[in-house]
């Protein structure tokens, strides 16, 4: 029997996972080592996985003290779906109704309905399961003041797992990360702007397993030191999913004043994008990214039509991802609040996007005509040059950020 009898442990419980065959092994070690690296930085716990969960069990005090933060960085894994605290006691109907009494009443306080929901994994338990949850929820009436059972929309949900080892009640999982293990789906270069779009973008394609590098473009003296921290903030909330990001920033200030002394004004966007791509793929294919992300949505602005996005698309030899492609904005702020990214992104700074702005950018570009004004300079020189302004911030989700230079 395991150390952790009458102790409150974290569950936390597969999603997607479930379903993968023979890779399921590489994913539950992604998934451990996500939790066991967090772990390291909280306290001292034993982190293990049985059933379909894995357990998170405190080995001393101050990993029962700190047990709430560990837990807020299990729900920032990507892999589990619910998450909750739980107590694990012995396999015998009376020791679990004790526990219920003394652990549950503080748990339902300010609840009106309760279900109990009872799995028997163990089938060798003398209880079927809903005689359990019969018994576990009349402990709970007799003990717990104006609480009522509700089995078709209960406010809260005690549950109570029979498990090989050792009987597990908890009340009120709460939601996980979901989605699949943070790096099982290759790398990607996220474009990250300071904006609302582009770290949703970011987190949903890390959702989906896909390890991030961020470049981030500036145009200093345009846009401020105070729009970069912005930027290097952003990505340390999404570090919160993906602990560590490496973010390569590089100056566009060059290209942008050449743009307005030489180019038409109306093509200013367009060529700026692709200058950006340009880079963007230079950049992806140095440190082995397999594909670019960006926050576009269809028609948002001049230059997410479909043509405008052709005329960058095209330049492209690696996928290019583009999750909120199909997103109303409320949809992609409602998310964006979620991760908690909205209020940073909508700190007024300046982006290089947002200088030397057309009045009328072209909404149905023809490739030839942006290409025709792209070879008004020379344009793979001021790639390089660009590229050489390269710096990398490592952005950490313990610790400080890491200046890597170039
Ligand atoms: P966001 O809301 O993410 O700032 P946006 O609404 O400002 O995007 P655009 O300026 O058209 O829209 O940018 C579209 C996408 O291009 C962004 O989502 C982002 O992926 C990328 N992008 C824009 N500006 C930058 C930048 N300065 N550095 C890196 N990527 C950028
Ligand atoms: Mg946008």
Same mark, same amino acid.
């Not at 700026?272 to 028609?299: D, N, P």
């Not at 609040?337 to 030397?356: A, M, N, Q, W």
């Given at each position: 029997?395991?150390? %952790?009898?009458?102790?409150?442990?974290?569950?936390?419980?597969?999603?997607?996972?479930?379903?993968?065959?023979?890779?399921?092994?590489?994913?539950?070690?992604?998934?451990?080592?996500?939790?066991?690296?967090?772990?390291?930085?909280?306290?001292?716990?034993?982190?293990?996985?049985?059933?379909?969960?894995?357990?998170?069990?405190?080995?001393?005090?101050?990993?029962?003290?700190?047990?709430?933060?560990?837990?807020?960085?299990?729900?920032?894994?990507?892999?589990?779906?619910?998450?909750?605290?739980?107590?694990?006691?012995?396999?015998?109907?009376?020791?679990?109704?004790?526990?219920?009494?003394?652990?549950?009443?503080?748990?339902?306080?300010?609840?009106?309905?309760?279900?109990?929901?009872?799995?028997?994994?163990?089938?060798?338990?003398?209880?079927?399961?809903?005689?359990?949850?019969?018994?576990?929820?009349?402990?709970?009436?007799? %003990?717990?003041?104006?609480?009522?059972?509700?089995?078709?929309?209960?406010?809260?949900?005690?549950?109570?797992?029979?498990?090989?080892?050792?009987?597990?009640?908890?009340?009120?999982?709460?939601?996980?990360?979901?989605?699949?293990?943070?790096?099982?789906?290759?790398?990607?270069?996220?474009?990250?702007?300071?904006?609302?779009?582009?770290?949703?973008?970011?987190?949903?394609?890390?959702?989906?397993?896909?390890?991030?590098? %961020?470049?981030?473009?500036?145009?200093?003296?345009?846009?401020?030191?105070?729009?970069?921290?912005?930027?290097?903030?952003?990505?340390?909330?999404?570090?919160?999913?993906?602990?560590?990001?490496?973010?390569?920033?590089?100056?566009?200030?060059?290209?942008?004043?050449?743009?307005?002394?030489?180019?038409?004004?109306?093509?200013?966007?367009?060529?700026?994008?692709?200058?950006?791509?340009?880079?963007?793929?230079?950049?992806?294919?140095?440190?082995?990214?397999?594909?670019?992300?960006?926050?576009?949505?269809?028609?948002?602005?001049?230059?997410?039509?479909?043509?405008?996005?052709?005329?960058?698309?095209?330049?492209?030899?690696?996928?290019?991802?583009?999750?909120?492609?199909?997103?109303?904005?409320?949809?992609?702020?409602?998310?964006?609040?979620?991760?908690?990214?909205?209020?940073?992104?909508?700190?007024?700074?300046?982006?290089?996007?947002?200088?030397?702005?057309?009045?009328?950018?072209?909404?149905?570009?023809?490739?030839?005509?942006?290409?025709?004004?792209?070879?008004?300079?020379?344009?793979?020189?001021?790639?390089?040059?660009?590229?050489?302004?390269?710096?990398?911030?490592?952005?950490?989700?313990?610790?400080?950020?890491?200046?890597?230079?170039?």
């Amino acid at each position: 029997m395991s150390t %952790c009898i009458n102790k409150e442990v974290i569950l936390c419980k597969y999603g997607e996972v479930i379903l993968k065959g023979a890779n399921r092994s590489d994913f539950e070690v992604k998934m451990l080592k996500q939790l066991r690296l967090r772990a390291k930085r909280i306290g001292n716990y034993k982190i293990y996985y049985s059933q379909s969960t894995v357990y998170i069990e405190p080995l001393d005090n101050g990993a029962i003290e700190r047990i709430d933060d560990m837990l807020f960085q299990a729900k920032h894994v990507f892999g589990f779906v619910g998450v909750s605290k739980a107590i694990a006691c012995e396999k015998n109907i009376d020791t679990i109704l004790n526990i219920v009494k003394e652990y549950l009443p503080e748990k339902l306080k300010g609840y009106k309905t309760f279900k109990v929901e009872s799995k028997r994994a163990d089938k060798r338990f003398p209880m079927t399961s809903p005689e359990i949850s019969n018994e576990v929820g009349g402990a709970i009436l007799s %003990c717990v003041k104006g609480i009522k059972v509700d089995v078709k929309n209960p406010e809260i949900t005690v549950r109570v797992e029979i498990r090989d080892s050792e009987a597990f009640i908890h009340a009120g999982q709460e939601k996980g990360a979901g989605g699949i293990p943070y790096g099982t789906s290759g790398t990607g270069l996220l474009l990250l702007s300071g904006g609302i779009d582009s770290p949703v973008a970011g987190f949903m394609m890390a959702k989906r397993g896909v390890a991030l590098e %961020c470049v981030h473009f500036e145009s200093f003296p345009y846009t401020s030191e105070r729009a970069k921290e912005k930027v290097l903030e952003l990505a340390k909330i999404l570090c919160d999913y993906t602990m560590r990001v490496r973010v390569h920033i590089i100056s566009l200030t060059e290209i942008q004043e050449l743009l307005r002394d030489n180019c038409d004004e109306d093509y200013f966007t367009l060529l700026l994008r692709r200058y950006m791509m340009a880079l963007s793929l230079k950049l992806a294919h140095e440190v082995g990214c397999e594909a670019i992300i960006t926050g576009e949505s269809l028609g948002q602005v001049a230059s997410q039509t479909m043509k405008a996005i052709h005329v960058v698309n095209e330049m492209a030899d690696i996928p290019i991802y583009r999750p909120l492609i199909g997103m109303d904005k409320n949809e992609i702020i409602e998310i964006s609040r979620k991760i908690g990214t909205f209020d940073t992104s909508i700190l007024p700074y300046e982006d290089c996007c947002t200088v030397f702005t057309p009045k009328h950018p072209r909404t149905r570009p023809e490739l030839e005509k942006v290409l025709e004004e792209q070879n008004r300079l020379n344009f793979d020189e001021l790639v390089e040059r660009a590229y050489a302004t390269k710096q990398v911030v490592v952005v950490k989700h313990f610790g400080d950020n890491i200046i890597e230079g170039q």
